[in-house]
């Protein structure tokens, strides 16, 4: 099996795959790890380490061949990042060896919880900086995210209120 989980930065998309690989003993791959080790293992990296949307086009080829790679070799696989976009996801959502979850922050939630957010960046990993967005930017990148899963049925979850029992959801989808 393959879980490939996105969302927008911040919605615990690590601390997920963590859990998850710690009930399935499945590896782990974090596409952050992946740009990162591009970036500093690459000469001459094409996109500057914000360039969300070249990244994601730049890596998702790889991404995608390693799922073929794990799907012919019957190997199970966490990928987790936010560059696994909805527009190039969609084209497993069919695919029974694949699960696909989204994690989204309603604007409530985020209203409501904006320092939050941005306390507990470092969980799972620890950043160098904050990559603190604008929270006006932040909603919209929220919405923007949940209409494309919409559009292109795909699995979500959009937290609203309390997102430790929330996020609950996203772990029972898996198991």
């Known amino acids: 099996m393959i879980f490939l989980i996105s969302g927008e930065s911040h919605t615990g998309k690590t601390l997920l795959a963590q859990k998850l690989l710690e009930k399935f003993s499945y590896p782990y791959l974090s596409l952050d790890h992946l740009k990162m ?7 001459d990296f094409p996109f500057k380490v914000d360039e969300d949307e070249k990244i994601a086009e730049f890596l998702f080829p790889i991404v995608d061949g390693i799922i073929q790679t794990c799907i012919e070799n019957k190997q199970n696989l966490i990928i987790e ?4 976009t909805s527009k190039r996801v969609q084209k497993f959502k069919n695919n029974s060896l694949i699960k696909i979850f989204y994690i989204i922050f309603s604007k409530e939630y985020i209203l409501q919880n904006y320092k939050l957010i941005y306390q507990k960046e470092n969980i799972i990993e620890t950043r160098l900086t904050s990559e603190k967005e604008n929270i006006n930017i932040l909603i919209s990148n929220h919405q923007y995210l949940k209409s494309q899963c919409e559009n292109f049925n795909l699995p979500f979850l959009e937290i609203k209120k309390d997102y430790e029992i929330e996020i609950q959801k996203a772990f029972e989808f898996f198991v």
């Open 37 to 43: 080790g591009l970036i500093k293992g690459m000469k």
């Open 81 to 84: 990042g936010i560059y696994l």
